[in-house]
T-cell receptor
Framework: AQRVTQPEKLLSVFKGAPVELKCNYS??????LFWYVQYSRQRLQLLLR??SRESIKGFTADLNKGETSFHLKKPFAQEEDSAMYYC?????????????FGQGTILTVHP | DSGVTQTPKHLITATGQRVTLRCSPR?????VYWYQQSLDQGLQFLIQ???????AKGNILERFSAQQFPDLHSELNLSSLELGDSALYFC?????????????FGPGTRLTVT
């Protein structure tokens, strides 16, 4: 069975400060990891996935298989980054795509 | 707008009742997923369909069932409702099943069981 843990329910930072949202997972195989974001009054949407190794809206996330982590980072937070962030996992190499989500972290960026 | 639509937006019903939630995927998407978001359990995968056939099952109760119709819309049926079934139910769709394809989420249906 797979599990995703986001230890922080709430995270507050000031604009311009670095931000790191933590995500740890447990899965015996090779997982695919994602970060989803839900802005106020908007739908849940994909922010980034580890296989694409790209930076979206200044956010990056590196899969650390040794520590089974997939933390989301941004060097300089912006007020518009305030949102709910979910880390999610799916078994790699399968044709299912079902996602296992963490409990989510509410990020608030203060001016 | 991701294009996934869900109806109704809100639903209030009593314990023991049965409800049907509807989802229309984005144009061209063949795979539909249902998720339940509750305060205690978070976002949980329920069931997935691909081109009318059940593809994967998650933590879906026996009182719940779903199907995907030939026009690719999907319905989630919840019966013998209990207070604990109160939650936000999301539908997502993707072009095909599998991790390669991004899932696009609908706005959700908020179910309140009283």
């Amino acid at each position: 069975a797979q599990r995703v843990t986001q230890p922080e329910k709430l995270l507050s930072v000031f604009k311009g400060a670095p931000v790191e949202l933590k995500c740890n997972y447990s899965y015996s195989g090779s997982p695919e990891l994602f970060w989803y974001v839900q802005y106020s009054r908007q739908r849940l949407q994909l922010l980034l996935r580890h296989i694409s190794r790209e930076s979206i809206k200044g956010f990056t996330a590196d899969l650390n298989k040794g520590e089974t982590s997939f933390h989301l980072k941004k060097p300089f937070a912006q007020e518009e980054d305030s949102a709910m962030y979910y880390c999610a996992l799916t078994p790699g190499g399968t044709s299912y795509g079902k996602l296992t989500f963490g409990q989510g972290t509410i990020l608030t960026v203060h001016p | 707008d991701s294009g996934v639509t869900q109806t109704p937006k809100h639903l209030i019903t009593a314990t023991g009742q049965r409800v049907t939630l509807r989802c229309s995927p984005r144009s061209g998407d063949l795979s539909v997923y249902w998720y339940q978001q509750s305060l205690d359990q978070g976002l949980q995968f329920l069931i997935q369909y691909y081109n009318g056939e059940e593809r994967a099952k998650g933590n879906i109760l026996e009182r719940f069932s779903a199907q995907q119709f030939p026009d690719l819309h999907s319905e989630l049926n919840l019966s013998s409702l209990e207070l604990g079934d109160s939650a936000l139910y999301f539908c997502a769709s993707s072009v095909a099943p599998g991790t390669t394809y991004e899932q696009y989420f609908g706005p959700g249906t908020r179910l309140t069981v009283t």
